[in-house]
């Protein structure tokens, strides 16, 4: 009898503890799923610079020109980089002039496939093969179809700015001409542009990686901005409107 008793606790013992283990195994289970649907929530949650959803890659284009901008290949962005900086060089250092270097790129590159083609029948040598360059029509209407897009959208967005509708795009639009204005004064045209490029060449490297840090630093930045801007149109902007109104009203 004891025997049997004893067999009976420990069969008892056992179906208690498998099923204590499938209610911990479905809690954590459970928990886990909680865990990673939190995780996601907050990997949702992650602020970036400009509202972006997509990684700087793809916000750039992706393809050459993105891997170009972010360093993939070295010696292909370290190449167009210097070529820039050469170009620059010889306008802005050694002012030299546009016109006068293709005219002379032309008069060495014709002397030279003139002077081969010639010299060919002393030497015994084949004559260069000048390829037939042309621009197919297809290539020609797919470059004008997309200049045309561009320009009507660069046009909707002036008119919808000149329309009055959105006050904070008009400020922003104003001061960042105002701002593009100042700057030429500063600098010319080339020197600008050379600025520009040096900066597509090294801020989107450095942004990818220190990602996390700047996007930090910009939801703050960006906080502190819409609470001035906050405080700017309680005290300017809605008393401007209300001016307009009531004059208009008196009118």
């Known amino acids: ?14 179906v208690i503890d ?12 459970s928990s886990d799923s909680d865990n990673e649907k939190s995780s996601s929530f907050v990997k949702a949650k992650i602020y970036r610079l400009f509202g972006r959803e997509q990684p700087v890659h793809k916000v750039l284009g992706g393809g050459k ?23 620059w060089v010889l306008f ?6 546009l016109l006068t270097l293709v005219c002379h790129i032309l008069i060495l590159a014709l002397a030279s496939l003139f002077l081969w083609s010639n010299a060919s029948t ?3 040598k084949s004559p260069p093969q000048i390829p037939e360059i042309g621009f197919s029509e297809d290539i020609v209407r797919g470059v004008a179809f997309a200049l045309r897009i561009e320009i009507n959208r660069a046009l909707a967005i002036i008119r919808d700015i000149a329309s009055g509708r959105d006050l904070k795009k008009f400020l922003i639009v104003i001061t960042s001409l105002w701002v593009i204005s100042s700057l030429g004064n500063c600098w010319s045209f080339l020197t600008l542009f050379y600025i520009c490029f040096v900066l597509l060449h090294t801020v ?3 942004y990818e990686k220190y990602e996390d840090q700047v996007d930090s630093i910009a939801e703050k ?23 307009s109104l009531k004059d208009k009203k008196v009118a």
């Not at 802005?92 to 002039?97: R, T």
Request: hydrophobic fraction near 45%; aromatic fraction near 10%; charge should be negative.
């Open 1 to 14: 009898m004891d025997d049997h008793a004893g067999e009976r606790e420990s069969a008892v013992e056992s």
């Open 18 to 29: 498998k099923i204590t283990e499938k209610f911990h195994g479905h809690d954590s289970s």
């Open 65 to 87: 020109p993105a891997d170009v901008f972010l360093w993939r290949d070295k010696k292909i962005s370290a190449g167009v980089l210097g070529f820039a900086t050469a170009i």
């Open 92 to 97: 802005e250092l050694f002012e030299y002039h």
């Open 122 to 124: 002393f030497i015994n």
């Open 204 to 206: 989107p490297v450095l």
């Open 221 to 243: 930045a960006e906080a502190e901005i819409k609470k001035q801007y906050a405080v700017f149109d309680a005290k300017v902007l809605s008393k401007i409107l209300k001016g």
